[in-house]
């Protein structure tokens, strides 16, 4: 069983739908993370939460917009999205060392699927 | 050129075969690197840490050269359990830019 639970496992929504998807981890891990991967592709970065701030947004559009309430907790808030934004969107977290190794824990991920 | 690259695939083996794949990296500051280990439909998870010195895990093995930018992952023996795509990771330092290659499938046939 993975440490990190997102939810939900999959997701329908329609291009006007305001949908979120959430993350949560238990491990004290100070850093989470938000993947989108598309099939057959490698995860690719979207945004890094540290100690509960933003701290890497890669130039991910404002239709999604992440959330970290508290060390534990990490949503992807999906506003006005497109087809093409269909992909599974993986949550990790790290210890959230500035130096040393970053092992990330991934969670299983949420489908998604914009109509 | 991007910034982490892998053999293309797939690589189609027999079981106890040895197999090994390579990865370069474009960043001289990377700190950390990395082999995750992805299945179908399912989410990454950690092979193995690559250090300096080299690493061995069972039938593992992960070597690091600094100076080439170079990363690679030896697997003997493979099982058909090993049938999977093999993502090189690096990870910048100061930071938490991790980032992906491309991956590489790997087929082990009985």
């Known amino acids: 069983d993975t440490e990190v639970t997102q939810t939900p496992k999959h997701l329908v929504m329609g291009m006007t739908n305001k949908k979120s998807l959430k993350c949560e981890q238990h491990?004290?891990?100070?850093?989470m993370y938000w993947y989108k991967q598309k099939a057959k592709k490698p995860p690719e970065l979207m945004f890094v939460y540290s100690y509960e701030k933003l701290s890497i947004n890669e130039s991910v559009p404002s239709r999604f917009s992440p959330e970290c309430p508290n060390s534990s907790l990490l949503n992807l808030h999906l506003h006005a999205l497109q087809p093409e934004d269909s992909a599974l969107y993986l949550c990790?977290?790290?210890?959230?060392?500035?130096?040393?190794?970053?092992?990330?824990?991934f969670g299983a991920g949420s489908r998604l699927t914009v109509l | 050129r991007k910034e982490v690259e892998q053999d293309p695939g797939p690589f189609n083996v027999p079981e106890g075969a040895t197999v090994a794949f390579n990865c370069t990296y474009s960043n001289s500051a990377s700190q950390s690197f990395f082999w995750y280990r992805q299945d179908c439909r399912k989410e990454p998870k950690l092979l193995m840490s690559?250090?300096?010195s080299g690493n061995e895990d069972g039938r593992f093995t992960a070597q690091l050269n600094r100076a080439s930018q170079y990363i690679s992952l030896l697997i003997r023996d493979s099982k058909l359990s090993d049938s999977a795509t093999y993502l090189c990771v690096v990870d910048h330092t100061g930071g938490f830019k991790t980032i992906f290659g491309a991956g590489t499938r790997l087929f082990v046939k009985a």
């Open positions: 990790a977290s790290s210890q959230g060392q500035t130096s040393g190794a970053n092992v990330l824990t």
């Open positions: 491990m004290g891990h100070r850093a």
């Open positions: 690559v250090y300096s």
